[in-house]
């Protein structure tokens, strides 16, 4: 059923925004276009705010990983569409948080005498160069030394021999201790000239690896959308039918912020939504809902 609004229709150009007076401080450099994401409370900071205020819409031609990344790098959001599988959408959202970080989780890992044919192909799969070897071939296992693309030749080495041939071991490689400052971290891979930081724990365990080419990008990209551990800030558009799988599924793989992908807000089925939200997450977990036209549908 139609509405009809009796209030004056008005068009845009009957209006006309009153410029205040321009002096020497209104210049460029002195703009600032920090957008909060997410609402907040006055006199409070938002946890989530735009270095550029321009977000990608929830569409499987325009929101993938490369967008998440793109918008992410020059300071503004992407939501990575949901119109695929959860797995699908789970994993582009953890390639966008991985792409660029202060301190990485190792995802090119192996265990000692992995042949070389087996490293290649998962350097193939993940597009690392880097690949780490530990005891058991997992990120936070015992580490034993590290291979680069630089280590071996394809066309001449032997493909059945194991990485151990190749690696450069533990005694010979330059690492840091848990708990070293990412600024700290940084300092040290400029003083000593390496391309990668493995960070262990007391007990020799890979924790984390940090890269020489992550700070360069960040130098070149002052404006980009960061959290608090230096990865890229993206987002997610969820619906209203497989959200209490799909959103567990999106926030292990890191994401960010969550939005409904839906032409009426004004609906219990989104409702339900952010009921379930706020009852396993609380606020913790940001969610945004609509579209929604009138006073009735927001409140």
């Known amino acids: 059923m139609a509405k009809i609004l009796e209030d004056i229709s008005r068009t845009f150009n009957e209006f006309l925004l009153i410029p205040n007076l321009t002096d020497e401080n209104c210049i460029p450099s002195q703009v600032s276009l920090r957008t909060p994401l997410v609402k907040f409370k006055k006199g409070e900071e938002a946890k989530y705010y735009a270095n550029v205020p321009m977000v990608s819409a929830i ?3 325009v929101s993938g990983e490369e967008m998440g990344i793109a918008l ?27 792409h660029k970080a202060g301190f990485v989780i190792s995802d090119s890992n192996v265990k000692s005498g992995t042949p070389l044919r087996d490293v290649i192909s998962l350097v193939e799969k993940t597009g690392h160069s880097t690949v780490i070897i530990t005891d058991d071939g997992t990120a936070n296992g015992m580490f034993l030394g590290m291979v680069t693309d630089k280590d071996y030749r394809i066309s001449r080495d032997d493909m059945d021999a194991p990485i151990d041939n190749y690696m450069t071991p533990k005694e010979n490689i330059f690492w840091a201790h848990e708990g070293v400052s990412l600024s700290e971290a940084n300092d040290l891979i400029w003083e000593h000239k390496k391309a990668c930081l493995p960070i262990l724990t007391e007990e020799g365990r890979l924790k984390y690896l940090v890269f020489r080419k992550d700070y360069e990008e960040r130098k070149n990209n002052p404006d980009s959308l960061l959290d608090e551990n230096k990865r890229y800030i993206v987002g997610a558009g969820i619906n209203t039918r497989d959200y209490e799988e799909r959103i567990p599924a999106l926030i292990e793989a890191g994401v960010d912020l969550l939005c409904m992908d839906s032409s ?11 009921d379930f939200v706020r009852k396993n997450y609380g606020d913790d977990v940001k969610i945004g809902a609509g579209n929604v036209v009138d006073k009735e549908g927001f409140r």
């Open 59 to 61: 569409m499987q031609s």
């Open 72 to 98: 992410a790098r020059e300071g503004g959001l992407a939501f990575i569409y949901g119109s695929q599988s959860i797995e699908s959408q789970a994993e582009m959202v953890h390639n966008v948080k991985k």
């Open 264 to 274: 009426d807000g004004y609906s219990i089925w989104q409702k339900n939504t952010i």
